[in-house]
């Protein structure tokens, strides 16, 4: 088996609040390769950057990981104490947010924080920082660096700004970059730029991004692969292609019909029903029933599993295990024994042959009828 | 009188004072020269980088700023003329004075109260714009209690449930807080308060951005259907070019306070003259894979300048990669290509 560069797997985050448990994250897995770009897509509050913010380990005060592991090279970094965190955060992985000013400090100039990031990560004398942040901010394209890093970021427009940020992110070389929304609040010919930026930086120096958006178009221009995220879980991945033209989780075909058609501009939208889920009142089933229009009485009672729909492209959706059962029909056919289908399908037939759908093959227990 | 539009807006030009000095101040030109027309039950789009001016276009007509220069008409009446426009005769042609200068109007303000009804605008941000301790009653029923649109408290609440019903809200919405709705059930009772004085024509500022995708469609699908049923006219500012292609039957495009360009939807999202429009739609992320590989963006060099440091001549010079010395010395004035799609450049 390779190894990948990043492995989330099943994690489980949340937070202590006056009404509960915030379970923001639950169940979250997903693998990074070198050079490639994720795109964690969803609506607010699915758990995007709360599932970023867990593999920085830079969770407000109530929040923990309280499920999983995040493996960095095959080692588990949430069990790491504080100092090799600090070393993981801009050596290993760095992240850029929405408001720029969120990380950088008003009352000192760039060039001061720049070199900062650097002297704590490397042992550059103070020279050779000056010399590498003037470097940096001409790789971010930042005109006039050697003025510029006397400038304090209120001097700075907003896509400057940006690609100040950048520019500290990549001081210490990370393997991979992760981004939270980092062109919403950009003008589209400002977002264009950085997006430029970023495609470019990721092919010259080879690292691995994570963009975290609800912009669908941003999602389409830069990633190889996709996350869709609802209500803390995973309900579809695939590649661009997979999740545009083939969406196989109501959830995701919902949020694509929603937005204006990009040939047909005037078809009237169909929005998704209903309200953004409320994480403090989770159903049983699958996190998106009650908005959804397809909901058998199984999607209230239990969370569905991941299926393959096709090559490298998995959704949870109950509907999806309902058409493996054409699929054990077929391999019945083919005299394939019972066990092996059930293996495949989660289908099995009962005493008086009809088929039945049981639930032990997806971690749960029991069997169950699709009934509407 | 009365018009083909029921909005028309003519070298509208809004100058704010800025401080610049210790005594001195800088005109900021936010809106500058700005012409276009709104028929009944149309929607016109307007877009634009963040602060070119398109909320100042939409509180300047409305008045909720007193305007610098420009005249507006409603339904043909003038509703005020700030002075400054050049008069024409029956046949367009511009009336010149004895001196051969153009003739210019006089300032002319009209008590605006009746047409304060007919024209009403609704904001971007659902969560500050309204009273988080008002009532959803209260709310919508405020502007029937300033406009005296009832007979008695029966008739009152009549109107309100009725409002409510057509923006999607249920009646037993009325006696809860504003803070108790979500984004999009804001964004619902805003517009019922917008709609409580029957209004002709609907000011839009943003009012999708703040709102999560599969909510925007479900406001965007309202304000379709209330068009459909009430024959109001939008002017409908956003930033989401697909959103604002969507529902607009024309679109104008802003640059540092001046128009660019102004054609049907779907000619401009087609065919972009303006070298800005251009650039503008080419660095719109596409959600469409195919398309989005398949394209070419246009990426504009720089930043927006200052609107308190305006380039001479085209204010898009400065990032433009067709300018010629021209441009850095006259302003394009904009001029209609056929068929009312409207192009101010030099060379384009
Ligand atoms: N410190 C906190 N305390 C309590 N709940 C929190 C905290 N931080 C986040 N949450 C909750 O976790 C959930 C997921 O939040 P997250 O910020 O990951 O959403 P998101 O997908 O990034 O949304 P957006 O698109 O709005 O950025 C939300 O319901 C949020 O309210
Ligand atoms: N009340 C005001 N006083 C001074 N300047 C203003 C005022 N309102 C807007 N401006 C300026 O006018 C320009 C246009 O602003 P605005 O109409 O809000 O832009 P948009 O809505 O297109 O983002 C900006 O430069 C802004 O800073
Ligand atoms: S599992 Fe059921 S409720 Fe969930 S998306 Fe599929 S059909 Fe809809
Ligand atoms: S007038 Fe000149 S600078 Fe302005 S858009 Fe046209 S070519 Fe460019
Ligand atoms: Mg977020
Ligand atoms: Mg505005």
Same mark, same amino acid.
């Not at chain 1, 006056?18 to 964690?40: E, P």
């Not at chain 1, 010399?131 to 896509?159: C, D, H, T, W």
């Not at chain 2, 406009?147 to 109107?159: F, G, I, S, V």
């Given at each position: 088996m390779s190894e990948h560069l990043l492995s989330v797997k099943n994690l489980h985050t949340s937070f202590t609040t006056d009404n509960g448990q915030v379970?923001?994250?639950?169940?979250v897995s997903f693998d990074l390769d070198a050079g490639k770009v994720l795109g964690i897509v969803g609506e607010s509050g699915s758990g995007k950057s709360v599932t970023a913010y867990s593999i920085m380990q830079i969770l407000a005060e109530n929040g923990s990981i309280t499920g999983g592991s995040i493996e960095y090279k095959g080692e588990d970094i949430t069990k790491w104490n504080r100092k090799q965190m600090s070393s993981f955060r801009g050596k290993c992985c760095s992240i850029i947010f929405q408001d720029p000013m969120t990380s950088l400090n008003p009352v000192f100039s760039i060039g001061s924080q720049l070199q900062e990031a650097i002297l704590l990560h490397t042992d550059k004398t103070k020279a050779e920082a000056r010399e590498r942040s003037i470097e940096l901010l001409k790789l971010v394209g930042v005109n006039e660096p050697a003025k510029r890093i006397k400038q304090y970021p209120f001097e700075l427009s907003g896509g400057m700004r940006q690609r100040v940020m950048i520019a500290m992110a990549l001081a210490c070389e990370p393997d991979i970059l992760i981004a939270d929304e980092? =062109? =919403?609040?950009?003008d589209v010919t400002i977002q264009a730029q950085i997006l430029e930026l970023m495609q470019d930086l990721q092919k010259k120096l080879g690292m691995a991004i994570i963009m975290v958006t609800h912009d669908l178009g941003v999602i389409a221009t830069m990633c190889d692969e996709i996350i869709v995220m609802y209500g803390g879980r995973v309900c579809e991945r695939g590649t661009a292609d997979h999740i545009f033209y083939e969406p196989a989780h109501e959830y995701t075909k919902g949020l694509l019909r929603s937005i204006p058609n990009v040939d047909n501009a005037k078809e009237r939208l169909v929005p998704i029903a209903g309200n953004p889920i409320n994480l403090l009142n989770m159903p049983a089933g699958c996190a998106f029933c009650s908005r959804c229009? *397809?909901?058998? *009485?199984i999607c209230l009672e239990a969370v569905p599993a991941e299926r393959p729909v096709g090559k490298d492209h998995l959704a949870s959706c109950w509907l999806n295990d309902l058409a493996l059962q054409e699929k054990a029909e077929t391999l019945t056919a083919e005299g394939i024994p019972a066990e092996k289908i059930q293996e495949q399908t989660g289908w099995k037939k009962d005493g008086n042959g009809e088929w039945v759908y049981d639930l032990a093959s997806s971690g749960q227990g029991g069997e169950v009828t699709f009934e509407q | 009188m009365s018009s083909e539009y029921l909005i028309e807006v003519e070298h509208l030009k809004q100058y704010f004072p800025i401080r610049t000095g210790f005594v001195k101040t800088t005109p900021l030109k936010a809106v500058d020269d700005i012409s276009f027309a709104i028929k009944p039950g149309e929607t016109l789009g307007l877009v634009g980088e963040? #602060?070119?001016g398109k909320t100042t276009v939409g509180r300047t007509l409305l008045q909720l700023y007193r305007p610098t220069g420009g005249r507006v008409k409603y339904d043909g009446e003038v509703i005020f003329d700030a002075g400054d426009v050049p008069e024409t005769d029956a046949s367009g042609e511009v009336k010149l004075g004895s001196d051969g200068k153009p003739l210019l109007s006089k300032r002319l303000s009209v008590n605006m109260l009746p047409y304060r009804k007919k024209m009403q605008m609704v904001f971007q941000d659902p969560y500050s714009s309204l009273n988080p301790r008002m009532t959803v009653e209260d709310i919508i029923g405020e502007p029937l209690d300033v406009h005296k649109l009832y007979a008695n408290k029966a008739e009152r609440r009549e109107k309100i449930l009725n409002l409510m019903e057509l923006v999607g809200l249920n009646a037993e919405h009325a006696t809860r807080y504003a803070h108790e709705f979500s984004g999009g059930q804001r964004q619902r009772i805003g517009i019922a308060r917008a709609l409580a004085v029957d209004p002709r024509f609907i000011v839009c500022d943003e009012p999708v951005s703040a709102l999560d995708v599969s909510i925007q469609a479900q406001v965007v699908n309202m304000f379709e259907d209330l068009q459909q049923k009430l024959g109001v006219a939008y002017l409908f500012i956003a930033h989401d070019l697909l959103v604002v292609n969507h529902i607009s039957d024309r679109i104008a495009v802003m640059y540092l306070g001046k128009m660019m360009e102004m054609a049907d939807s779907d000619e401009l999202m087609n065919n972009p003259i303006h070298p800005y429009t251009q650039s503008l739609l080419s660095a719109v992320p596409l959600p469409d894979p195919k398309s989005a590989r398949e394209r070419q963006r246009i990426v504009l060099e720089g930043d927006v300048p200052s609107p308190l440091n305006m380039p001479s001549g085209c204010p898009f010079r400065t990032r433009c990669r067709y300018a010629t010395e021209q441009c850095g010395a006259q302003r394009p004035a904009l001029t209609d290509? #056929?068929? #009312?799609?409207?192009v101010a450049c030099w060379n384009k």
């Amino acid at each position: 088996m390779s190894e990948h560069l990043l492995s989330v797997k099943n994690l489980h985050t949340s937070f202590t609040t006056d009404n509960g448990q915030v379970h923001a994250v639950n169940g979250v897995s997903f693998d990074l390769d070198a050079g490639k770009v994720l795109g964690i897509v969803g609506e607010s509050g699915s758990g995007k950057s709360v599932t970023a913010y867990s593999i920085m380990q830079i969770l407000a005060e109530n929040g923990s990981i309280t499920g999983g592991s995040i493996e960095y090279k095959g080692e588990d970094i949430t069990k790491w104490n504080r100092k090799q965190m600090s070393s993981f955060r801009g050596k290993c992985c760095s992240i850029i947010f929405q408001d720029p000013m969120t990380s950088l400090n008003p009352v000192f100039s760039i060039g001061s924080q720049l070199q900062e990031a650097i002297l704590l990560h490397t042992d550059k004398t103070k020279a050779e920082a000056r010399e590498r942040s003037i470097e940096l901010l001409k790789l971010v394209g930042v005109n006039e660096p050697a003025k510029r890093i006397k400038q304090y970021p209120f001097e700075l427009s907003g896509g400057m700004r940006q690609r100040v940020m950048i520019a500290m992110a990549l001081a210490c070389e990370p393997d991979i970059l992760i981004a939270d929304e980092p =062109t =919403t609040a950009l003008d589209v010919t400002i977002q264009a730029q950085i997006l430029e930026l970023m495609q470019d930086l990721q092919k010259k120096l080879g690292m691995a991004i994570i963009m975290v958006t609800h912009d669908l178009g941003v999602i389409a221009t830069m990633c190889d692969e996709i996350i869709v995220m609802y209500g803390g879980r995973v309900c579809e991945r695939g590649t661009a292609d997979h999740i545009f033209y083939e969406p196989a989780h109501e959830y995701t075909k919902g949020l694509l019909r929603s937005i204006p058609n990009v040939d047909n501009a005037k078809e009237r939208l169909v929005p998704i029903a209903g309200n953004p889920i409320n994480l403090l009142n989770m159903p049983a089933g699958c996190a998106f029933c009650s908005r959804c229009d *397809k909901a058998m *009485k199984i999607c209230l009672e239990a969370v569905p599993a991941e299926r393959p729909v096709g090559k490298d492209h998995l959704a949870s959706c109950w509907l999806n295990d309902l058409a493996l059962q054409e699929k054990a029909e077929t391999l019945t056919a083919e005299g394939i024994p019972a066990e092996k289908i059930q293996e495949q399908t989660g289908w099995k037939k009962d005493g008086n042959g009809e088929w039945v759908y049981d639930l032990a093959s997806s971690g749960q227990g029991g069997e169950v009828t699709f009934e509407q | 009188m009365s018009s083909e539009y029921l909005i028309e807006v003519e070298h509208l030009k809004q100058y704010f004072p800025i401080r610049t000095g210790f005594v001195k101040t800088t005109p900021l030109k936010a809106v500058d020269d700005i012409s276009f027309a709104i028929k009944p039950g149309e929607t016109l789009g307007l877009v634009g980088e963040s #602060g070119c001016g398109k909320t100042t276009v939409g509180r300047t007509l409305l008045q909720l700023y007193r305007p610098t220069g420009g005249r507006v008409k409603y339904d043909g009446e003038v509703i005020f003329d700030a002075g400054d426009v050049p008069e024409t005769d029956a046949s367009g042609e511009v009336k010149l004075g004895s001196d051969g200068k153009p003739l210019l109007s006089k300032r002319l303000s009209v008590n605006m109260l009746p047409y304060r009804k007919k024209m009403q605008m609704v904001f971007q941000d659902p969560y500050s714009s309204l009273n988080p301790r008002m009532t959803v009653e209260d709310i919508i029923g405020e502007p029937l209690d300033v406009h005296k649109l009832y007979a008695n408290k029966a008739e009152r609440r009549e109107k309100i449930l009725n409002l409510m019903e057509l923006v999607g809200l249920n009646a037993e919405h009325a006696t809860r807080y504003a803070h108790e709705f979500s984004g999009g059930q804001r964004q619902r009772i805003g517009i019922a308060r917008a709609l409580a004085v029957d209004p002709r024509f609907i000011v839009c500022d943003e009012p999708v951005s703040a709102l999560d995708v599969s909510i925007q469609a479900q406001v965007v699908n309202m304000f379709e259907d209330l068009q459909q049923k009430l024959g109001v006219a939008y002017l409908f500012i956003a930033h989401d070019l697909l959103v604002v292609n969507h529902i607009s039957d024309r679109i104008a495009v802003m640059y540092l306070g001046k128009m660019m360009e102004m054609a049907d939807s779907d000619e401009l999202m087609n065919n972009p003259i303006h070298p800005y429009t251009q650039s503008l739609l080419s660095a719109v992320p596409l959600p469409d894979p195919k398309s989005a590989r398949e394209r070419q963006r246009i990426v504009l060099e720089g930043d927006v300048p200052s609107p308190l440091n305006m380039p001479s001549g085209c204010p898009f010079r400065t990032r433009c990669r067709y300018a010629t010395e021209q441009c850095g010395a006259q302003r394009p004035a904009l001029t209609d290509r #056929g068929n #009312g799609h409207m192009v101010a450049c030099w060379n384009k």
